[in-house]
């Protein structure tokens, strides 16, 4: 399953649950300020109502009372009073809400609040200057014409507020119907996209993944079945080489041991031809010695049945051994040999026999592949890591870069006239290589091309610890 498109669909179901989610809460947000401003014009259309109500009565009641103390109380509730209905008629003629956020909304409740009843606003204007204008008396007679003016216009008041809030509760309970059915609305909508997402989003992808996870448990048991062929034809192999180089060095080691023999002339004198052709019966069966003895090598450490045999050695000893191994072939082939092993090089924990079978492995091929008369070299030094570096260099046939795969590969040569001339089985190096990596070290090497010499190194560390040698 492609992981960016889950990705995709992912994000885009978050987006789109995110935006209704929002356009939800701003739709709520917006409903409910319609609600509170029919309240507030509600609210206050009923307080406007009972104070002209309260005006009214207050007016006659001065009228009626002669107790001058009485009269002062009147007076200053109906001063009050109509202190309290100016300044609601302000607010309901002013903007309702300083800085309101729907302003033409502001603007529609106010023509329905002053033009629906028509004349509210003057009819309240008119009524509160008559009660003002009664106020500037300090008592009054039942002729007074604000009074009159007062009485008479106190019950169209009443009509034209009592209209304002009912047309105002009208509109409030329609408005909350639409709220109701947007909310519902977009409620619907929400569990829609929610469904939809499930069944179509979702469902499918759990559906891949569970199909995934399905062939990749498939996967994994094919894998797991062919580790264990591998395995198992790994382990036939290994016994199959073990059992053959056993059972073909036997006659081998009589092949080179009676045509020793006859090459020394134990039985008795033989002619010249003969010497030659013993000696290269004697030779040939030596060479495939050799050559069972790397399969076996490989195989066994493929096999993992190499353990190495820890113990301390001098280092420098053996590498100066090794190069006298190869100074018999160095004279005949005119050689200069140069050895530069650093003072620091003495004892390391390792195993001895297959150390020098690295060496000598790097050492014999710098010899083989590299043309009479040159030079060749062996170096060693301390590495800060702790580790000790060796390095075969040479300065025969090279190494080109599209042969540098073949050189680790088991049975593989680089095809040169030169190589032709001096065969050998391809064995050599995957062997080194394997026994580098026993120890834990690397081997690497640095040509520059086709005659221009080639560097063997490896590292080993200088102490191999003894619970890792099994
Ligand atoms: N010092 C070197 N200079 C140039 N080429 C080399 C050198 N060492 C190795 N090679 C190349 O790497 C190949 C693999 O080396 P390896 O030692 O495995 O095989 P071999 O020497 O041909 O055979 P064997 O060692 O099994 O008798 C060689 O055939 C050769 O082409
Ligand atoms: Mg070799």
């Keep these: 399953m492609n992981v960016s498109n889950l990705k995709r669909r992912f994000s885009l179901s978050i ?23 029919h309240s507030e014009i509600i609210n206050l259309s009923g307080q406007q109502r009972m104070l002209s109500q309260n005006i009214a009565l207050l007016s006659l009641e001065m009228a009626n009372i002669d107790s001058a103390s009485r009269q002062k109380d009147i ?16 607010i309901l003629t002013g903007d309702l809400r300083a800085g309101a956020f729907f302003e033409s909304r502001i603007e529609e409740l106010r023509e329905i609040y002053f033009n629906e009843p028509e004349d509210l606003d003057n009819e309240t204007k008119d009524f509160l200057n008559h009660a003002n204008m009664l106020t500037k008396n300090s008592t009054i007679d039942l002729d007074n014409q604000h009074l009159l003016a007062i009485l008479k216009t106190s019950p169209k008041l009443l009509i034209s507020l009592d209209k304002a809030v009912s047309i ?3 509109m409030a309970e329609g ?14 909508l929400l569990i829609i996209l929610i469904l939809s997402v499930a069944i179509f989003i979702f469902r499918p992808t759990i559906k891949e993944v569970e199909q995934d996870a399905t062939n990749l448990e498939a996967i994994n ?15 036939a192999k290994s016994d199959f080489l073990a059992n053959m180089s056993h059972e073909l060095r036997t006659p081998l080691n009589a092949i080179i041991g009676f045509s020793q023999e006859i090459k020394d002339e134990s039985p008795g004198p033989i002619n010249e031809v003969q010497q030659e052709f013993v000696g290269y019966i004697l030779e040939s069966g030596k060479h495939l010695l050799s050559l ?90 301390k590495r800060d890591s702790g580790e000790v570096l060796v390095s075969v260099w040479d300065t025969g046939i090279g190494i080109e870069k599209r042969d540098r795969s073949k050189v680790f590969a088991t049975f593989e040569q680089v095809a040169s006239d030169y190589s032709r001339a001096h ?48």
Excluded at 15 to 37: A, K, Q, V, Y
Excluded at 180 to 187: A, D, H, K, N, S
Excluded at 222 to 235: D, F, G, M, R, T
Excluded at 436 to 458: A, Q
Aim: hydrophobic share 40%.
């Design 168 to 170: 105002n509760q009208s």
């Design 292 to 381: 069972i003895n790397d399969i076996l090598d490989l195989s066994k450490i493929e096999a993992g049945k190499v353990e190495l045999e820890l113990g301390e050695f001098n280092l420098k000893t053996l590498l100066e051994n090794s190069v006298a191994l190869v100074k018999q072939k160095a004279l005949r082939h005119n050689f200069k040999l140069s050895v530069d092993i650093s003072d620091d090089i003495e004892y390391v924990t390792a195993d001895e026999r297959k150390i020098k079978q690295i060496v000598f492995n790097i050492l014999s091929n710098a010899t083989k592949f590299t043309p009479d008369g040159r030079t060749i070299g062996v170096e060693a030094e």
């Design 423 to 470: 065969p050998g089985s391809g064995l050599g190096m995957p062997l080194t290589k394997q026994l580098v990596e026993l120890h834990d070290g690397k081997i690497w090497f640095d040509s520059e091309g086709k005659d221009k010499g080639t560097r063997f190194s490896f590292t080993i560390p200088q102490k191999f610890p003894a619970s890792r040698a099994a």
């Design 75 to 90: 007076h200053r509730d109906l001063r009050s009073s109509i202190k309290k209905m100016s300044s609601n008629h302000e």
């Design 221 to 235: 048991k094919k894998l797991e079945e062919a580790k264990v062929i591998a395995e198992l034809a790994n382990k």
């Design 15 to 37: 987006t789109l649950i995110i935006f209704l989610t929002i356009l939800l809460t701003i739709i709520s947000t917006f409903m409910i300020d319609r609600e509170s401003r």
């Design 175 to 188: 408005d909350l119907l639409n709220i109701q059915v947007l909310f519902w609305i977009t409620t619907l």
